[in-house]
T-cell receptor
Framework: AQKITQTQPGMFVQEKEAVTLDCTYD???????LFWYKQPSSGEMIFLIYQGSYDEQNATEGRYSLNFQKARKSANLVISASQLGDSAMYFCAMREDNDYKLSFGAGTTVTVRA | GAVVSQHPSRVICKSGTSVKIECRSLDFQATTMFWYRQFPKQSLMLMATSNEGSKATYEQGVEKDKFLINHASLTLSTLTVTSAHPEDSSFYIC???????????FGNGTRLTVT
């Protein structure tokens, strides 16, 4: 069964605007971690932000924030003040605490327009 | 931050030859490393989990005799694509786990082209 669902294959956003990337997950574990990674066209995977299932505050890292809604099992990424360099593929991932493996979503391609 | 080095970044080989890809954790010890394969515009597909000093655990559908994984030390794991064929052409990316609550750190990937 799909553990991570990203329903937006591609998105366009205007420079300096905010964009929200959707991510829903499926787990029966109480303890898990959620991650977002950015993959530019060069291929490297860049870690952006982490949210633990027991964290009460939404995670933030600079222009990235994670809108964590545990009851809805969603962990949307918000990128504020988009820049041209934000154009990339973005992956949501989950790691359940009884397993070291990361399960990745299908990814969302973001294109920032000038 | 933690750095994972993957080498080579690109390789072109002839059909039937073998290719070795190295993944090193540069500033931390990684008891567990993961190998992924990625097709264009698609997600990362986990191939195998590599544990230092023991045999790798392969995901369903991944041929262990074709994709040989060796995790000889706490900082090095290698993936050897044996008897490569054009359908093995892909982007291979490794990652290393520095600790239970830390994110996976990824190498920069290897683009393999088999002619």
């Amino acid at each position: 069964a799909q553990k991570i669902t990203q329903t937006q294959p591609g998105m366009f956003v205007q420079e300096k605007e905010a964009v929200t990337l959707d991510c829903t997950y499926d787990t029966s574990d109480q303890s898990y971690g959620l991650f977002w990674y950015k993959q530019p066209s060069s291929g490297e995977m860049i870690f952006l932000i982490y949210q633990g299932s027991y964290d009460e505050q939404n995670a933030t890292e600079g222009r990235y924030s994670l809108n964590f809604q545990k009851a809805r099992k969603s962990a949307n990424l918000v990128i504020s003040a988009s820049q041209l360099g934000d154009s990339a593929m973005y992956f949501c991932a989950m790691r359940e605490d009884n397993d070291y493996k990361l399960s990745f979503g299908a990814g969302t391609t973001v294109t920032v327009r000038a | 931050g933690a750095v994972v080095s993957q080498h080579p970044s690109r390789v072109i080989c002839k059909s039937g030859t073998s290719v070795k890809i190295e993944c090193r954790s540069l500033d931390f010890q990684a008891t567990t490393m993961f190998w992924y394969r990625q097709f264009p515009k698609q997600s990362l597909m986990l191939m195998a989990t590599s544990n230092e000093g023991s045999k790798a655990t392969y995901e369903q559908g991944v041929e262990k005799d074709k994709f040989l994984i060796n995790h000889a030390s706490l900082t090095l794991s290698t993936l050897t694509v044996t008897s490569a064929h054009p359908e093995d052409s892909s982007f291979y990316i490794c990652s290393a786990l520095g600790g239970r609550n830390s994110p996976l750190h990824f190498g920069n990937g290897t683009r393999l082209t088999v002619t």
